[in-house]
């Protein structure tokens, strides 16, 4: 069975610059959640999907952060414009409804120059 | 607020050791705790995951330990060995099941041949 897929892998941008992420769950699994994680501290959530909707994004930049899961499979986040402190890891992970593990893909390192 | 802490933030034993990682979390009404293994540059692979009405999770050399009135787990790896060289990281949801996961920020474990 196929794991989260993630792309890109990595991504170096200048400031001011737009982005965007993509993220593919495990088939079935109908909650996705992207998170966030700075170096040397663990994923903070960015936003939480059940199926098509966004039950969770109070921690979500919205002046600069978006996100969209139209079909209720795979989902893009999009930083426009990106500032220097947006350099991270953006991590996307997903659940089955009928359980709470969480599982993650490998992650999308980003640089803002 | 739930806050998630780890102690040692970093560890070092020699190959065959077994030790214990430590994970303490504030407020005792949580529904699971899952540990994660985080590779440098990698993404998270879950490990084990325990429900609030257990006491503990094996999985090979792994056994993680839930002690919710005192607001403490443990994993513990038994016969170290260099392939276990990674940072270990512990988490709650928040609110529900399927709730956003509250990270520690985990213990760099390196393990010398």
């Known amino acids: 069975e196929a794991g989260v897929v993630q792309s890109p892998r990595y991504k170096i941008i200048e400031k001011k610059q737009p982005v965007a992420f993509w993220c593919n769950p495990i088939?079935?699994?109908?909650?996705l959640y992207w998170y966030l994680q700075n170096l040397g501290q663990g994923p903070e959530l960015l936003i939480r999907y059940e199926n098509e909707e966004a039950v969770d994004d109070s921690q979500l930049p919205k002046d600069r952060f978006s996100a969209e899961r139209l079909k209720g499979v795979d989902s893009t986040l999009k930083i426009q414009p990106a500032e220097l402190g947006d350099s991270a890891v953006y991590l996307c992970?997903?659940?089955?409804?009928?359980?709470?593990?969480?599982?993650f893909g490998p992650g999308t390192r980003l640089t803002v120059l | 607020k739930q806050e998630v802490t780890q102690i040692p933030a970093a560890l070092s034993v020699p190959e065959g050791e077994n030790l214990v990682l430590n994970c303490s979390f504030t407020d005792s009404a949580i529904y699971n705790l899952q540990w994660f293994r985080q590779d440098p540059g990698k993404g998270l692979t879950s490990l084990l995951l325990i429900q609030s009405s257990q006491r503990e999770q094996t999985s090979g050399r792994l056994n993680a330990s839930l002690d919710k009135s005192s607001g403490r787990s443990t994993l513990y790896i038994a016969a170290s060995q260099p392939g276990d060289s990674a940072t270990y990281l512990c988490a709650v949801p928040l609110g529900s099941q399927g709730g956003k996961l509250i990270f520690g920020q985990g213990t760099e474990l390196s393990v010398k041949p």
């Open positions: 992970a997903s659940s089955l409804d009928t359980s709470p593990e969480q599982f």
């Open positions: 088939s079935g699994h109908n909650t």
